[in-house]
């Protein structure tokens, strides 16, 4: 499942908007590796595209609720509890965990990584501009 951006996915907040395709960008990073079936080893690529998504979300979340802040949106306080949670579930990705045979459990952690960019942006992320 490629991720493609498709105008009906924009909430109409260019900021917002542009930093979702970039979402987007690391998400199709994250399914490449997915089904890339010849790289043997990828937990460097693994922890290299956590690294980027746990740095970008950081800087999105914060852009996302200084908007929310500035509207006056009554969607800030539930917003800012799940941005919370996901911050600490990618931060609490334990990689010295992982044995040898890791390929499975890199690719849980992509899975999971794809899909909640697209629950994030398809559908948390529609009641931002609502105040
Ligand atoms: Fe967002």
């Known amino acids: 499942m490629m991720l493609t951006?498709?105008?009906?996915?924009s909430i109409g907040i260019e900021i917002i908007d542009e930093q979702h395709k970039h979402l987007f960008e690391i998400g199709n990073q994250a399914y490449e590796l997915l089904k890339n079936e010849l790289r043997v080893d990828k937990y460097d690529d693994v922890v290299q595209i956590l690294e980027d998504l746990r740095q970008y979300?950081?800087?999105?979340?914060?852009?996302?609720?200084?908007?929310?802040?500035?509207?006056n949106s009554d969607q800030l306080p539930i917003q800012k509890i799940e941005h919370a949670e996901f911050i600490k579930k990618i931060f609490n990705i334990d990689f010295r965990s992982l044995d040898a045979n890791t390929?499975?459990?890199?690719?849980?952690?992509?899975?999971?990584?794809?899909?909640?960019?697209?629950?994030?942006?398809l559908h948390k992320d529609k009641l931002i501009a609502q105040r």
Request: aromatic residues 20%.
């Open 5 to 9: 951006w498709k105008e009906e996915y």
């Open 57 to 71: 979300t950081k800087f999105h979340f914060q852009t996302e609720e200084t908007y929310m802040l500035k509207i």
């Open 103 to 121: 390929n499975k459990h890199l690719n849980e952690i992509l899975f999971f990584i794809l899909n909640w960019i697209l629950d994030h942006v």
